[in-house]
């Protein structure tokens, strides 16, 4: 990123940050600019959120019948991953086949759905939009990002592990929620006759299962309305709740603590992270959906090194082929950073889990280019004297952190602030107008 593009984009958050801070002070007509924009995701019609919770849910749409979509996305965890064990270590999760693992830990899907279709932004000179990591699932065949993304673990061999597209329209016209599929499929839908042997296939890998061309273009219709329906699932209001004590304080029904106050001022001031995390109107996504290089030193507890010691994340880059996207990834949202669903649960930062607390993250962010490289020093500690050298060395943003300046109370009050992003304060039924 260009410091002329920095500049901009701090220049769009001032005029955003008024807006909010009008809205902290029991004023929330602000513009719902950035869920608004996630209009988009109108085209994924809700009356097929049913069927994209049945299909989020359901195991048997995996080789081994023992993985689902939420087995990665849980709710109880902000629809993160929901395994402490792998997130304080590698942080990536096994797939079906349970010795085989990808190269990067899963995303949150909360929050997701409103990511634009991906386009070029030329002033920030960025990519903006589309979802995994590495923006792959751009959104532009079927004008949804969030549902090409879904249709992907169903068929990756170190996610679900199908071996063919057709094995979920078969497991899911099959299903206990088959009824869901035939209403999503309406009257003119075609229920396919599958051959019979297509169990068998689809309990084993490398098969393909034989269909005739006409045959072959309806089931990929219908795999396509099953990613639209986990889309529509993951836009509903059981997946973006809006429920955090943030959102309270907009509405009026809870107060900030004096610490969570701070850390909001250090969170649109020195912080700087609403240039890339906006938090305009009152159902703020904390996310610009673009890709950024912030220097995240690699995961060395990550299983891709064990069958590839020499492996390198390229993000944006590794997809596009564009040298000047390499090491860039996307800007997640900040929302249930720190949601668990159990007692001192674990949770892990960034694309690769290199982190394993938001105090790490936070102190990374504000003393990267201030502590010494880890290779330097005698003894090194990890955050504490000196930080690893960035995973892809190419395109670090050095122009938006690195060294904020901050003090330890600074970077103490900004952790209490992204704490009140998690989802559920409403319902744990605070007091209106408590603390």
Known sequence: ???????????????MLTLILAACQDDPSAPATELTAASRASAVRSSLAPLGKAVFNDENLSLRRN????????????????????????????????????????????????????????????????????????????????????????????????????????????????????????????????????????????????????????????????????????????????????????????????????????????????????????????????????????????????GNPAFLDLGVGGHTGEPSEHGKVKVPTLRNLTRVGMRAGRKSYMHNGAFKSLEQVVHFYNTRDVLPACDAVARPRFGVNCWPAPEVTENVNTDELGNLGLNASEEAALVAFLHTLDDGYQARGHAPGGI
């Not at 009824?179 to 006759?193: C, I, N, P, Y």
Request: overall charge neutral.
């Open 1 to 15: 990123m260009t410091g002329s593009a920095c500049t901009a984009r701090r220049a769009v958050s001032a005029a």
């Open 67 to 306: 993985q689902s979509c939420a087995s990665c996305h849980d709710a109880a965890w902000g629809f993160s991953s929901p395994n402490s064990r792998f997130n304080a270590a590698g942080a990536v999760l096994p797939g079906s086949v349970r010795d085989r693992f990808g190269n990067r830990k899963p995303p949150s899907a909360a929050y997701a759905t409103q990511a634009p279709v991906r386009f070029f932004d030329d002033v920030d000179e960025t990519y903006v939009g589309g979802n995994f990591w590495d923006g792959r699932a751009t959104g532009a065949r079927l004008g949804s990002p969030a549902a090409e993304q879904a249709l992907g673990p169903f068929v990756n061999p170190v996610e679900m592990a199908l071996p063919d597209p057709a094995c979920v329209v078969f497991r899911v016209s099959k299903g206990r929620y088959r009824q869901l599929f035939r209403e999503a499929l309406g009257r003119s839908g075609q229920v396919l006759t599958f051959p019979a042997n297509t169990e068998a296939l689809c309990a084993q890998e490398g098969s393909k299962i034989p269909l005739s061309p006409a045959d072959s273009t309806t089931m990929m219709a219908q795999y396509d309305l099953i990613g639209l329906a986990v889309a529509a699932f993951e836009a509903s209001p059981e997946v973006n709740s809006f429920s955090s004590k943030y959102d309270a304080v907009l509405a009026g029904q809870a107060r900030f603590t004096p610490d969570e106050a701070r850390g909001f001022g250090v969170y649109n001031g020195k912080g700087g992270c609403f240039a890339c995390h906006p938090a305009a109107g009152p159902q703020a996504l904390f996310t610009d959906y673009t890709y950024d290089n912030i220097g995240v030193p690699a995961n060395p507890e990550n299983p891709v090194y064990v």
